[in-house]
């Protein structure tokens, strides 16, 4: 079954766009992150908007090449094992995805210190996510 491109690219450029509101986020810096609640709820919304927009692309993608993911995490390594993202950022993500879990289904329990750093440093993966993805499907397109 052939990818839909369009589909994609118009995940991918959600991606993107919650990525940039993210940043905003993370320049407002940690201490005003921690005292606003606003920013804090806003950062989780917008990071389980971001994995989840990932988790859709990955899933398509996997479908669409044969491939059924377990959970979330299993749908970013299927996207390694088919060569459209590295293996360590399969990994990176797998941990994302399982964070996402908690955001979901723990929400009362999460540490908004750790929210900030992830905003901080991992939200990379998810650039790069969106690089490698790109790249594969305009591979596929040739």
């Known amino acids: 079954m052939e990818i839909d491109r369009d589909l994609v690219e118009r995940r991918l450029a959600e991606i993107k766009e919650t990525l940039v509101e993210l940043g905003e986020i993370v320049n407002a810096g940690r201490e005003e992150f921690l005292s606003n609640s606003l920013l804090r709820n ?4 917008l990071l389980i908007t971001a994995i989840e927009g990932a988790f859709s692309v990955c899933n398509h993608i996997s479908v669409r090449r044969g491939r059924v993911p377990k959970s979330y995490a299993d749908c970013f390594r299927t996207l390694a094992d088919i060569g459209a993202i ?3 950022l399969a990994e990176r993500l797998a941990r994302m995805a399982k964070f996402r879990n ?3 289904h723990r929400y009362w329990r999460i540490d908004d210190g750790l929210v900030f750093e992830i905003m901080e440093n ?3 993966d998810l650039e ?7 790249k594969y ?3 596929q397109g040739s």
């Open 102 to 104: 908690v955001l979901v």
């Open 86 to 88: 590295d293996g360590e």
């Open 42 to 45: 806003a950062a989780k919304y």
């Open 128 to 134: 790069e996510f969106v690089r490698a993805v790109g």
């Open 122 to 124: 991992d939200i990379r």
């Open 137 to 139: 499907v305009e591979r």
